[in-house]
Protein backbone atom coordinates (compact mmCIF):
# COMPACT_ATOMS: atom_id res chain seq x y z
CA UNK A 1 0.00 0.00 0.00
CA UNK A 2 1.53 3.60 -0.73
CA UNK A 3 1.27 5.40 2.18
CA UNK A 4 3.46 8.30 0.50
CA UNK A 5 0.33 9.60 -1.09
CA UNK A 6 -1.12 13.08 0.16
CA UNK A 7 -5.05 12.94 -0.07
CA UNK A 8 -5.11 16.61 -0.33
CA UNK A 9 -7.66 16.35 -3.35
CA UNK A 10 -11.73 17.26 -2.97
CA UNK A 11 -14.13 14.70 -2.69
CA UNK A 12 -15.22 15.92 -5.98
CA UNK A 13 -11.88 14.75 -7.55
CA UNK A 14 -12.33 10.98 -6.07
CA UNK A 15 -15.92 10.95 -7.20
CA UNK A 16 -15.45 12.20 -11.23
CA UNK A 17 -12.22 9.58 -11.38
CA UNK A 18 -13.95 6.57 -9.05
CA UNK A 19 -16.73 7.11 -11.59
CA UNK A 20 -14.72 7.68 -14.94
CA UNK A 21 -13.00 4.55 -13.99
CA UNK A 22 -9.94 5.94 -13.66
CA UNK A 23 -8.04 2.97 -11.55
CA UNK A 24 -5.31 5.26 -10.13
CA UNK A 25 -7.82 7.29 -8.59
CA UNK A 26 -9.95 4.06 -7.53
CA UNK A 27 -6.77 3.15 -5.63
CA UNK A 28 -6.40 6.17 -3.70
CA UNK A 29 -10.13 6.10 -2.80
CA UNK A 30 -10.40 2.31 -1.05
CA UNK A 31 -6.47 3.76 0.27
CA UNK A 32 -9.01 6.34 1.93
CA UNK A 33 -11.49 4.00 3.37
CA UNK A 34 -9.16 1.83 4.85
CA UNK A 35 -7.14 5.21 6.88
CA UNK A 36 -7.77 5.07 10.18
CA UNK A 37 -6.70 8.71 10.19
CA UNK A 38 -10.44 10.98 10.61
CA UNK A 39 -9.79 13.38 7.85
CA UNK A 40 -9.24 10.82 5.77
CA UNK A 41 -12.08 8.50 7.39
CA UNK A 42 -14.65 11.70 6.67
CA UNK A 43 -13.35 12.74 2.92
CA UNK A 44 -13.91 8.54 2.44
CA UNK A 45 -17.55 9.15 3.52
CA UNK A 46 -17.87 12.22 1.24
CA UNK A 47 -16.52 10.16 -1.67
CA UNK A 48 -19.30 6.69 -0.81
CA UNK A 49 -22.14 9.71 -0.78
CA UNK A 50 -21.06 10.50 -4.29
CA UNK A 51 -21.07 7.11 -5.98
CA UNK A 52 -23.69 5.59 -3.67
CA UNK A 53 -26.18 5.86 -6.69
CA UNK A 54 -23.69 3.91 -8.92
CA UNK A 55 -23.11 0.69 -7.35
CA UNK A 56 -24.75 -2.66 -6.60
CA UNK A 57 -24.34 -3.64 -10.45
CA UNK A 58 -22.59 -6.21 -10.17
CA UNK A 59 -22.19 -9.89 -9.15
CA UNK A 60 -20.12 -10.70 -6.11
CA UNK A 61 -18.28 -13.88 -5.80
CA UNK A 62 -16.74 -15.23 -2.49
CA UNK A 63 -14.13 -17.71 -2.84
CA UNK A 64 -12.37 -19.62 -0.12
CA UNK A 65 -10.27 -22.73 0.79
CA UNK A 66 -7.26 -23.64 2.50
CA UNK A 67 -4.11 -21.91 1.69
CA UNK A 68 -2.59 -23.50 -0.76
CA UNK A 69 -6.00 -25.44 -2.39
CA UNK A 70 -5.44 -23.10 -5.68
CA UNK A 71 -7.56 -20.16 -4.90
CA UNK A 72 -5.57 -17.72 -7.02
CA UNK A 73 -4.47 -20.26 -9.33
CA UNK A 74 -8.05 -20.66 -9.90
CA UNK A 75 -8.83 -17.02 -10.04
CA UNK A 76 -5.96 -16.64 -12.50
CA UNK A 77 -7.70 -19.17 -15.21
CA UNK A 78 -11.40 -18.10 -14.22
CA UNK A 79 -11.12 -14.68 -14.35
CA UNK A 80 -9.97 -14.78 -17.91
CA UNK A 81 -12.55 -16.62 -18.82
CA UNK A 82 -14.78 -13.83 -16.63
CA UNK A 83 -13.09 -11.34 -18.92
CA UNK A 84 -14.15 -12.74 -22.52
CA UNK A 85 -17.15 -13.23 -21.36
CA UNK A 86 -17.45 -9.42 -21.97
CA UNK A 87 -16.98 -8.39 -18.10
CA UNK A 88 -14.72 -5.88 -16.14
CA UNK A 89 -13.34 -7.81 -13.15
CA UNK A 90 -12.35 -6.68 -9.59
CA UNK A 91 -10.37 -9.08 -7.45
CA UNK A 92 -10.02 -8.25 -3.58
CA UNK A 93 -7.70 -10.47 -2.00
CA UNK A 94 -7.98 -11.07 1.48
CA UNK A 95 -4.82 -12.56 2.34
CA UNK A 96 -3.24 -12.15 5.45
CA UNK A 97 0.07 -13.78 4.35
CA UNK A 98 0.85 -11.22 1.88
CA UNK A 99 1.28 -8.86 5.33
CA UNK A 100 3.85 -11.01 6.37
CA UNK A 101 6.64 -12.74 5.26
CA UNK A 102 6.58 -11.96 0.99
CA UNK A 103 7.99 -15.43 1.08
CA UNK A 104 4.57 -17.34 1.45
CA UNK A 105 2.99 -20.93 2.10
CA UNK A 106 2.87 -23.69 -0.70
CA UNK A 107 3.66 -21.14 -3.41
CA UNK A 108 1.29 -18.70 -3.18
CA UNK A 109 0.06 -17.11 -6.02
CA UNK A 110 -1.54 -14.19 -4.78
CA UNK A 111 0.39 -11.45 -6.96
CA UNK A 112 -1.75 -13.68 -10.05
CA UNK A 113 0.95 -11.91 -12.89
CA UNK A 114 -1.01 -12.62 -15.58
CA UNK A 115 -4.50 -12.03 -14.86
CA UNK A 116 -3.39 -8.61 -13.19
CA UNK A 117 -1.82 -7.35 -16.31
CA UNK A 118 -5.12 -7.36 -18.39
CA UNK A 119 -7.69 -5.14 -19.69
CA UNK A 120 -10.59 -4.54 -17.96
CA UNK A 121 -8.81 -6.14 -14.81
CA UNK A 122 -8.05 -4.55 -11.43
CA UNK A 123 -6.38 -6.73 -8.52
CA UNK A 124 -6.23 -5.45 -5.23
CA UNK A 125 -5.20 -7.00 -1.71
CA UNK A 126 -7.91 -5.48 1.17
CA UNK A 127 -6.76 -5.38 4.48
CA UNK A 128 -6.97 -8.56 6.62
CA UNK A 129 -5.87 -6.84 10.19
CA UNK A 130 -7.97 -5.55 12.58
CA UNK A 131 -12.13 -6.52 13.66
CA UNK A 132 -14.18 -8.73 11.78
CA UNK A 133 -16.62 -5.80 11.62
CA UNK A 134 -13.69 -3.77 10.10
CA UNK A 135 -12.60 -6.28 7.80
CA UNK A 136 -16.11 -6.48 6.02
CA UNK A 137 -16.68 -2.96 6.34
CA UNK A 138 -14.03 -2.20 4.32
CA UNK A 139 -14.34 -4.47 2.13
CA UNK A 140 -17.82 -3.80 1.28
CA UNK A 141 -17.15 -0.38 0.73
CA UNK A 142 -14.23 -1.60 -2.15
CA UNK A 143 -16.62 -3.29 -3.34
CA UNK A 144 -19.00 -0.64 -3.66
CA UNK A 145 -15.96 1.90 -4.95
CA UNK A 146 -15.30 -0.84 -8.04
CA UNK A 147 -19.06 -1.35 -9.13
CA UNK A 148 -19.06 2.49 -9.29
CA UNK A 149 -15.67 2.42 -11.09
CA UNK A 150 -17.89 0.12 -13.30
CA UNK A 151 -16.52 -3.25 -12.03
CA UNK A 152 -19.38 -5.71 -12.59
CA UNK A 153 -17.66 -9.20 -11.75
CA UNK A 154 -15.77 -8.84 -7.86
CA UNK A 155 -14.14 -11.59 -6.85
CA UNK A 156 -12.98 -11.50 -3.07
CA UNK A 157 -10.55 -14.13 -2.29
CA UNK A 158 -10.36 -15.31 1.42
CA UNK A 159 -8.14 -18.10 3.23
CA UNK A 160 -10.42 -20.63 5.14
CA UNK A 161 -9.14 -20.27 8.24
CA UNK A 162 -10.27 -18.53 10.98
CA UNK A 163 -12.89 -16.63 10.42
CA UNK A 164 -12.72 -14.08 7.47
CA UNK A 165 -14.83 -16.65 5.35
CA UNK A 166 -17.63 -16.30 7.06
CA UNK A 167 -17.38 -12.09 6.91
CA UNK A 168 -17.06 -12.34 2.97
CA UNK A 169 -20.19 -14.81 2.97
CA UNK A 170 -21.75 -11.67 4.21
CA UNK A 171 -21.12 -9.25 1.78
CA UNK A 172 -21.12 -11.47 -1.64
CA UNK A 173 -23.92 -13.42 -3.78
CA UNK A 174 -22.19 -16.26 -4.47
CA UNK A 175 -19.77 -18.27 -1.91
CA UNK A 176 -17.68 -20.64 -3.63
CA UNK A 177 -15.70 -23.30 -1.47
CA UNK A 178 -12.23 -24.67 -3.48
CA UNK A 179 -11.53 -28.36 -1.74
CA UNK A 180 -8.55 -30.59 -2.39
CA UNK A 181 -9.23 -34.37 -3.21
CA UNK A 182 -8.10 -36.81 -0.22
CA UNK A 183 -6.99 -33.92 2.32
CA UNK A 184 -9.61 -34.82 4.86
CA UNK A 185 -12.19 -32.41 6.23
CA UNK A 186 -9.89 -31.96 9.39
CA UNK A 187 -7.16 -31.54 7.29
CA UNK A 188 -8.61 -28.75 5.37
CA UNK A 189 -10.05 -27.51 8.44
CA UNK A 190 -12.99 -26.96 6.80
CA UNK A 191 -15.91 -27.45 9.40
CA UNK A 192 -19.58 -28.13 8.50
CA UNK A 193 -20.52 -24.92 9.05
CA UNK A 194 -18.17 -23.54 6.23
CA UNK A 195 -19.54 -26.40 3.57
CA UNK A 196 -23.52 -25.16 4.81
CA UNK A 197 -22.57 -21.42 3.66
CA UNK A 198 -21.21 -22.62 0.32
CA UNK A 199 -23.42 -22.63 -2.97
CA UNK A 200 -21.20 -24.86 -4.38
CA UNK A 201 -18.01 -27.06 -4.23
CA UNK A 202 -14.74 -27.39 -6.64
CA UNK A 203 -12.35 -29.77 -6.48
CA UNK A 204 -9.22 -28.33 -7.37
CA UNK A 205 -5.93 -29.44 -9.26
CA UNK A 206 -7.82 -32.32 -10.48
CA UNK A 207 -4.95 -33.21 -13.25
CA UNK A 208 -2.37 -35.81 -13.49
CA UNK A 209 -2.67 -38.86 -11.13
CA UNK A 210 -5.01 -36.53 -8.97
CA UNK A 211 -7.79 -36.62 -11.64
CA UNK A 212 -9.41 -40.20 -9.90
CA UNK A 213 -9.49 -39.02 -6.57
CA UNK A 214 -10.98 -35.95 -7.72
CA UNK A 215 -13.69 -37.32 -9.31
CA UNK A 216 -13.88 -39.89 -5.91
CA UNK A 217 -14.09 -36.45 -3.96
CA UNK A 218 -16.96 -35.15 -6.00
CA UNK A 219 -19.07 -37.94 -5.43
CA UNK A 220 -18.19 -38.05 -1.93
CA UNK A 221 -19.32 -34.23 -1.73
CA UNK A 222 -22.35 -34.33 -3.79
CA UNK A 223 -23.55 -37.05 -1.70
CA UNK A 224 -22.58 -34.68 1.52
CA UNK A 225 -24.01 -31.60 0.55
CA UNK A 226 -27.11 -33.58 -0.02
CA UNK A 227 -27.45 -34.12 3.51
CA UNK A 228 -26.89 -30.66 4.36
CA UNK A 229 -30.12 -28.25 4.79
CA UNK A 230 -31.57 -27.18 1.05
CA UNK A 231 -30.30 -23.35 0.52
CA UNK A 232 -32.64 -20.48 1.30
CA UNK A 233 -32.06 -19.28 -2.09
CA UNK A 234 -33.58 -22.60 -3.30
CA UNK A 235 -30.68 -23.50 -5.75
CA UNK A 236 -29.14 -27.39 -5.55
CA UNK A 237 -25.60 -26.55 -4.45
CA UNK A 238 -22.95 -28.18 -7.23
CA UNK A 239 -19.68 -29.91 -7.29
CA UNK A 240 -16.94 -29.77 -9.57
CA UNK A 241 -13.68 -30.42 -10.30
CA UNK A 242 -11.45 -28.01 -12.14
CA UNK A 243 -7.80 -28.10 -13.75
CA UNK A 244 -6.78 -24.13 -13.29
CA UNK A 245 -3.05 -25.24 -14.66
CA UNK A 246 -5.12 -27.10 -17.50
CA UNK A 247 -7.52 -24.85 -18.09
CA UNK A 248 -10.06 -27.33 -17.27
CA UNK A 249 -13.79 -27.49 -15.79
CA UNK A 250 -13.48 -23.57 -15.79
CA UNK A 251 -16.11 -22.02 -18.21
CA UNK A 252 -18.29 -25.18 -16.60
CA UNK A 253 -17.68 -23.34 -12.69
CA UNK A 254 -18.64 -19.89 -14.60
CA UNK A 255 -21.90 -21.71 -15.87
CA UNK A 256 -22.72 -22.76 -12.63
CA UNK A 257 -22.29 -19.23 -11.44
CA UNK A 258 -24.31 -17.88 -14.36
CA UNK A 259 -27.09 -20.13 -13.78
CA UNK A 260 -27.40 -19.45 -9.96
CA UNK A 261 -27.48 -15.84 -11.01
CA UNK A 262 -30.57 -16.40 -13.28
CA UNK A 263 -32.35 -18.35 -10.85
CA UNK A 264 -31.60 -16.07 -7.87
CA UNK A 265 -32.71 -12.77 -10.10
CA UNK A 266 -36.08 -15.18 -11.21
CA UNK A 267 -37.03 -15.59 -7.79
CA UNK A 268 -36.02 -12.29 -6.37
CA UNK A 269 -33.84 -13.87 -3.85
CA UNK A 270 -30.84 -11.73 -5.04
CA UNK A 271 -32.01 -8.84 -3.91
CA UNK A 272 -33.90 -9.95 -0.92
CA UNK A 273 -30.53 -11.67 0.15
CA UNK A 274 -29.01 -7.74 -0.49
CA UNK A 275 -31.15 -6.36 1.56
CA UNK A 276 -30.07 -8.93 4.47
CA UNK A 277 -26.56 -8.45 4.28
CA UNK A 278 -27.10 -4.58 4.30
CA UNK A 279 -29.19 -4.69 7.61
CA UNK A 280 -26.64 -7.13 9.45
CA UNK A 281 -23.77 -5.19 8.22
CA UNK A 282 -25.41 -2.15 9.88
CA UNK A 283 -26.15 -3.55 12.70
CA UNK A 284 -22.45 -5.70 13.22
CA UNK A 285 -21.32 -1.95 12.57
CA UNK A 286 -23.42 -0.25 15.66
CA UNK A 287 -22.62 -3.07 17.73
CA UNK A 288 -18.94 -2.52 17.23
CA UNK A 289 -18.81 1.22 17.69
CA UNK A 290 -21.33 1.16 20.43
CA UNK A 291 -18.86 -1.26 22.74
CA UNK A 292 -15.44 0.61 21.19
CA UNK A 293 -17.13 3.72 22.51
CA UNK A 294 -18.24 1.87 26.10
CA UNK A 295 -15.34 0.34 27.13
CA UNK A 296 -13.24 3.26 26.08
CA UNK A 297 -14.90 6.14 27.44
CA UNK A 298 -12.68 7.25 30.49
CA UNK A 299 -16.02 7.99 33.07
CA UNK A 300 -17.12 4.34 32.19
CA UNK A 301 -14.20 2.76 33.25
CA UNK A 302 -13.76 4.59 35.89
CA UNK A 303 -17.18 3.25 37.06
CA UNK A 304 -16.21 -0.84 35.88
CA UNK A 305 -13.17 -0.12 38.10
CA UNK A 306 -15.93 0.74 41.07
CA UNK A 307 -18.04 -1.52 40.30
CA UNK A 308 -15.40 -4.46 40.18
CA UNK A 309 -14.25 -3.41 43.81
CA UNK A 310 -18.09 -2.81 45.12
CA UNK A 311 -19.00 -6.59 43.44
CA UNK A 312 -15.57 -8.31 45.10
CA UNK A 313 -16.63 -6.68 48.43
CA UNK A 314 -19.59 -8.19 48.64
CA UNK A 315 -18.82 -11.39 47.62
CA UNK A 316 -21.25 -10.95 44.87
CA UNK A 317 -21.51 -9.21 41.56
CA UNK A 318 -23.95 -6.27 41.67
CA UNK A 319 -26.15 -6.75 38.52
CA UNK A 320 -27.60 -4.02 40.11
CA UNK A 321 -24.85 -1.17 40.21
CA UNK A 322 -24.07 -2.53 36.76
CA UNK A 323 -27.83 -1.77 35.38
CA UNK A 324 -27.23 1.49 37.00
CA UNK A 325 -24.05 2.17 35.14
CA UNK A 326 -26.05 1.24 31.74
CA UNK A 327 -28.83 3.87 32.45
CA UNK A 328 -26.22 6.53 33.52
CA UNK A 329 -24.96 6.25 30.02
CA UNK A 330 -28.37 6.60 27.84
CA UNK A 331 -30.14 9.50 30.59
CA UNK A 332 -29.39 11.93 28.24
CA UNK A 333 -31.02 10.20 25.18
CA UNK A 334 -34.20 11.60 24.47
N1 LIG B 1 -1.45 -29.57 -10.34
C1 LIG B 1 -2.08 -28.41 -10.06
N2 LIG B 1 -1.52 -27.55 -9.19
C2 LIG B 1 -2.18 -26.39 -8.92
C3 LIG B 1 -3.43 -26.09 -9.53
N3 LIG B 1 -3.83 -24.89 -9.05
C4 LIG B 1 -2.91 -24.47 -8.19
N4 LIG B 1 -1.89 -25.35 -8.10
C5 LIG B 1 -0.67 -25.19 -7.30
O1 LIG B 1 -1.00 -25.15 -5.92
C6 LIG B 1 -0.15 -24.21 -5.23
C7 LIG B 1 -1.00 -23.19 -4.46
O2 LIG B 1 -1.77 -22.43 -5.35
P1 LIG B 1 -2.37 -21.02 -4.96
O3 LIG B 1 -3.23 -20.61 -6.10
O4 LIG B 1 -1.34 -20.07 -4.51
O5 LIG B 1 -3.28 -21.42 -3.71
P2 LIG B 1 -4.06 -20.45 -2.67
O6 LIG B 1 -3.21 -20.37 -1.45
O7 LIG B 1 -5.34 -21.20 -2.38
O8 LIG B 1 -4.30 -19.13 -3.32
C8 LIG B 1 0.72 -23.57 -6.31
O9 LIG B 1 1.96 -24.19 -6.29
C9 LIG B 1 -0.01 -23.87 -7.59
O10 LIG B 1 0.84 -23.96 -8.70
C10 LIG B 1 -3.97 -27.03 -10.49
O11 LIG B 1 -5.03 -26.85 -11.10
N5 LIG B 1 -3.25 -28.17 -10.70
MG1 LIG C 1 -3.93 -17.10 -2.71
Do not use: W
Request: aromatic content about 6%; proline content about 2%; charged content about 25%.
Amino acid sequence: MDHSIHNKQSPQFFIDGVLRGDVAVLSRAITLTESTSEDHKKLARQVLEGIIDKTGNSFRLGITGVPGVGKSTFIESFGKEIITRGHKLAVLAVDPSSNKSKGSILGDKTRMEELSVMENVYVRPSPSSGTLGGVARASYETILLCEAAGFDFIIIETVGVGQSEVTVSKITDFFLLLMLAGAGDELQGIKRGIMEMADSVVITKADGNNIQKARAAKMQYESAMHLLQPLESGFTPKVETCSSLENKGITEVLDIIENYRRHVTANNFFLHKRKQQQRELLFNFLEEKLKEKFYTHPSVIKSIKELEEKSSEKGFISFGLANDLIENVFKNLH
